[in-house]
């Protein structure tokens, strides 16, 4: 789950990072209110799950609260990737002598926490990571040791700050590793780390992705999800308790496992079609489950076909079969189904199925195939 930038930040001044004192704003109005109160020059930002706001023209400086009302209505209901913007924060405009990159994130290959830090933050950052790598600073924690004052003066010292500025580092460095240690995140960014004209650290946007399989831990946490993160099909999902991921194909998916899923949709691109979802039911599959998932796949209107693969393991094929029919009694479609069986009786699944005038498969590209012709001629009769 990720959070957005105010709410990033909230977190980061609670675990002792500086940071601006702003607002939020969902109407032009209260920005300007927000402005007023915060006096002077103010940056007006949407409030997205997504980075590059700046280059989409999302964050824009305003000069009196006048401007600020003005800003803010040309950012609110603005579309940046795919997400409307339904938010603005308004925060002091920042003093800003030097942006730095400053990372703590989750390094699975080391299985540690891991910093990343560089000189040359900002709007640039990827270009700056692709081009010359060698100024991203890369520095593990041995999380039963914790973050450490030599671990911060390692990072500032490489990144060529002044020694005069390495305690104020380590408060912020220390803040940002306690905060990505206490909220279970596995990234918590600042994209820039400003330096003002008078020395001082500022964290100016900030990102954070938390775990969630530990968001149970964190009740409070959970309940900064932003609704539009999840489309309302994945939001079904999660509640049936389906691992679920909508994409931008045409051919719905419907797998037991999360590695067969994969395959599935590797196997369908390879004969020319395209996912329309990461679909994983889990172990067994029975009609309910079945229901739920086919409701949330046809749920998706870009799906043209849906491929099932089912391999049986514990899960009786059998059963799978009786379940997809049961399931097809209570939901009414004309999108054309392949279904694939394998493993555990097989043979008396498909019987049913074809008993039903259901169009099987044994191989996977054989199902794939038909999947990928099957949606086709939908398409061209639709
Ligand atoms: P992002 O584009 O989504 O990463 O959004 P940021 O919050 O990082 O803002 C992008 C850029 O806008 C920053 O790198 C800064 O250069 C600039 N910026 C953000 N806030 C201020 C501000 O208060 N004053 C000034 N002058 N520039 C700002
Ligand atoms: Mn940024």
């Not at 040359?120 to 270009?127: C, H, L, T």
């Not at 400003?194 to 992705?209: C, H, L, Q, R, V």
């Amino acid at each position: 789950m990720n959070l957005n930038e105010y709410q990033a930040k909230r977190l980061f001044g609670k675990f002792g990072v500086p940071v601006p004192e702003g607002d939020v704003a969902t109407t032009p109005e209260e920005a300007r209110k927000i402005a007023e109160r915060i006096g002077g020059t103010v940056v007006v930002k949407a409030q997205v799950l997504t980075g590059g706001r700046g280059k989409a023209g999302g964050v824009k400086l305003a000069h009196s609260p006048e401007e600020a009302e003005a800003r803010a209505s040309e950012i609110l209901g603005m579309d940046i990737k795919g997400l409307t913007v339904h938010k603005v924060l308004i925060d002091p405009g920042a003093d800003i002598a030097k942006e730095i990159y400053l990372a703590v994130l989750v390094d699975r290959a080391a299985r540690q926490p891991m910093i990343m830090a560089s000189a040359e933050g900002g709007v640039d950052i990827e270009a700056v990571a692709e081009e010359t790598p060698e100024k991203i600073i890369k520095v593990h924690i041995n999380p039963v040791v914790g973050l450490k004052r030599y671990h911060s003066i390692e990072v500032a010292s490489r990144m060529g700050l002044d020694a005069s500025m390495w305690g104020k580092f380590h408060t912020v460095l220390a803040g940002l590793y306690d905060c990505f240690i206490g909220t279970d995140a596995m990234l918590t960014e600042i994209n820039p780390l400003i330096i003002t004209g008078s020395d001082e650290f500022e964290a100016i946007d900030g990102k954070m992705t938390l775990d969630d399989n530990a968001l149970d831990r964190h009740p409070d946490l959970a309940a900064m999800r932003d609704p539009g993160e999840r489309t309302a099909n994945e939001e079904r999902a999660a509640e049936a308790g389906i691992n679920y991921i909508q994409l931008d194909g045409n051919i719905g998916c419907m797998v037991n496992g999360a590695g067969l899923a994969m395959t599935s949709m590797d196997v369908i691109n390879y004969f020319g079609g395209e996912p329309a979802n990461f679909l994983d039911i889990g172990g067994g599959a029975k009609a309910e489950a079945v229901t739920a998932a086919l409701n949330i796949i046809l749920g998706d209107d870009n799906v043209q076909a849906v491929l099932i693969n089912i391999f049986g393991g514990i899960t009786r094929c059998d059963e799978v079969a009786r379940g997809i029919l049961e399931a097809l009694d209570n939901i009414d479609t004309d999108v054309p189904f392949v279904v694939r069986l394998e493993g555990t009786n097989a043979a008396e699944g498909r019987a049913i199925l074809e008993e039903a005038n259901m169009p099987t498969a044994v191989t996977l590209s054989d199902a794939a195939e038909k999947a990928v012709a099957a949606a086709k001629e939908y398409a061209a009769s639709a």
